[in-house]
């Protein structure tokens, strides 16, 4: 038998590293299906369920409606960025401002200085527009956010000290009498817009208000103030 004539030994392709890609893409589909399961089905710690928010945000604004019809509520409309707001008084807070107005002409001066206390009114825009819910799965606890309170009114109350000092040919008019008073007012309202501990205690009057209602409509949900971010 001829060189040309003796048979050649079969080769065999090894399979094993297209079995390794076909075992390596089986992993990465499983991942991928894992990962879209939890990310259209399961919303455990990391994201609030949808149906849930939208069932505790219907709850606190029915309970808010059912309190302003049963006159549990008080409110007043309010001018806020334009638009009127029916607000709710949820707490108060009184204020002592002082403001002094001073001014010199040819080496006269004259000076007004005012002390008036003030009562303010902090409120929650009852449409609660900007409410945010979130809650976790298969808890009864719902958190709210982004509630917004604002001044509802700022009166004065109490006796107001009135110091003047008049200079020789500097004397005082009774238009800057009448300024210095509507500035007393403008500083009380912002100096009370400013107050972030009265921010806060009214919206924990808030969060109060709705647990004592849940609570009377035998209600197993609780409410409480979503973290601040800081």
Known sequence: MTPEETPQPTIRKKKSRGCL???ILLILLLLGGCWLFSFCFYDGTVRSPREAVQKAQTSVRTMVEQLVASSALQGRSVNQSGRMVEMYSLYEKDFVIEYEYTTSWM????RIRITQPYRVRYGIDSSLGSLQC?????SEVVQLGNLKPCVISCERFGLQMLEEEEGMWNKIHPDERAL????IEEQARIDAAADPAAMYLTEMRFVEMLNRESA???SNTRYTL???DR
């Open 216 to 218: 009377r409509q035998q």
């Open 107 to 110: 080496f006269s001066r004259k």
């Open 226 to 228: 979503a973290p601040r």
């Open 134 to 138: 979130t809650s976790r799965e298969g």
């Open 180 to 183: 210095a008073q509507n500035m």
């Open 21 to 23: 890609k076909y075992f």
